[in-house]
């Protein structure tokens, strides 16, 4: 099984499409990740986030929803 997990983009690194990397919050960690897949994706948005690359853009409410459901079993913490 495999699971993809949001976090927020705080802030994006290249802007070379091959090579778009940015910096997204997992509710307490930060993590350099390969955002190649989402060329539309901007600073503030959410990402479902799979193996280091971003799948793709969900909006923040689904994205909270997720991280309380994953913080209710102890994987992340909620951001406040």
Do not use: W
Request: proline content about 6%.
């Amino acid at each position: 099984m495999c699971l993809a997990v949001p976090g927020k983009i705080e802030n994006i690194d290249s802007a070379d499409p091959i090579f778009r990397t940015g910096k997204v919050f997992f509710g307490g960690i930060f993590k350099t990740i390969n955002l190649t897949c989402v060329p539309e994706a901007q600073t503030g948005d959410y990402v479902l986030v799979h193996a280091g690359f971003a799948i793709s853009i969900v909006d923040e409410e689904e994205a909270r929803k997720t991280l309380e459901c994953l913080d209710e079993i102890n994987i992340v913490e909620t951001p406040p």
